[in-house]
């Protein structure tokens, strides 16, 4: 069995954040964000997680902020930390005249064709991880594996055994709840696959936090 620990980053750098006086694009300057000061706390305590403490193989997406998640799990195995930007969080598009934020957020959940221009839908961003998760496990097989990502793609890579229940938004999976989508930074799940890269359990590490919050 090969067991997968995937990750949504610690707390990104927003408060104190000030003037910005940039030439990036917005999808650039999302990508450089860091983790705030806490962030980087939470992010250490995450790799004092007792599950966490043999982790054979580390990935991560591209985004600053999942990259400085990771690498604490990756210090605490003495390991490396691989990146794969398969593992990014899905890409808005051009929000310039959207107003509706409710609505996008409802469609983009529900329809899996629903995307802006530029952007990526759900379909897309459920095929480019599932893609890479299938890549990894292949190379690491029987192994530990801890994956960095991001909240609308986990989602999005989740629902391809879990189902979304947009009226009381939860996940379940075996029709039995598995996350509440009330998301974190950082929220962890367990994923347990076969030799044949098929799904056996799935799980929110619901005791995160009471490592996190001994702060």
Not at 59 to 64: F, G, L, P, Q, R
């Given at each position: 069995?090969?067991t997968v620990y995937i990750s949504?980053?610690?707390?990104?750098?927003?408060?104190?954040?000030?003037?910005?006086?940039?030439?990036?694009?917005?999808?650039?300057?999302?990508?450089?964000?860091?983790?705030?000061?806490?962030?980087e706390k939470r992010a250490e305590?995450?790799?004092?997680?007792?599950?966490?403490?043999?982790?054979?193989?580390?990935?991560?997406?591209?985004?600053?902020?999942?990259?400085?998640?990771?690498?604490?799990?990756?210090?605490?195995?003495?390991?490396?930390?691989?990146?794969?930007?398969?593992?990014?969080?899905?890409?808005?598009?051009?929000?310039?005249?959207?107003?509706?934020?409710?609505?996008?957020?409802?469609?983009?959940?529900?329809?899996?064709?629903?995307?802006?221009?530029?952007?990526e839908n759900q379909l897309e961003?459920?095929?480019?991880?599932?893609?890479?998760?299938?890549?990894?496990?292949?190379?690491?097989?029987?192994?530990?594996?801890?994956?960095?990502?991001?909240?609308?793609?986990?989602?999005?890579?989740?629902?391809?055994?879990?189902?979304?229940?947009?009226?009381?938004?939860?996940?379940?999976?075996?029709?039995?709840?598995?996350?509440?989508?009330?998301?974190?930074?950082?929220?962890?799940?367990?994923?347990?696959?076969?030799?044949?890269?098929?799904?056996?359990?799935?799980?929110?590490?619901?005791?995160?936090?009471?490592?996190?919050?001994?702060?």
């Open positions: 069995m090969t949504r980053h610690s707390t990104p750098f927003k408060e104190h954040r000030g003037i910005e006086l940039i030439n990036e694009n917005k999808l650039t300057w999302n990508k450089m964000s860091p983790l705030s000061v806490n962030g305590k995450l790799s004092e997680l007792k599950c966490l403490q043999n982790i054979d193989v580390v990935w991560s997406s591209e985004y600053v902020r999942a990259m400085s998640t990771a690498k604490y799990i990756a210090h605490k195995n003495d390991i490396s930390v691989n990146i794969d930007e398969r593992l990014g969080e899905r890409i808005h598009g051009d929000l310039t005249d959207y107003t509706d934020m409710d609505d996008y957020h409802y469609r983009q959940y529900t329809d899996v064709n629903y995307k802006l221009d530029n952007g961003v459920r095929n480019r991880m599932l893609e890479c998760l299938y890549e990894i496990i292949e190379n690491n097989k029987d192994k530990n594996i801890f994956i960095c990502s991001h909240q609308v793609a986990m989602t999005f890579f989740l629902m391809n055994w879990c189902k979304l229940n947009i009226e009381t938004y939860e996940l379940t999976y075996n029709n039995k709840e598995v996350f509440d989508m009330n998301f974190k930074t950082p929220e962890l799940f367990k994923l347990v696959f076969d030799s044949n890269n098929e799904l056996i359990t799935i799980e929110n590490i619901k005791r995160i936090e009471n490592v996190l919050n001994n702060e």
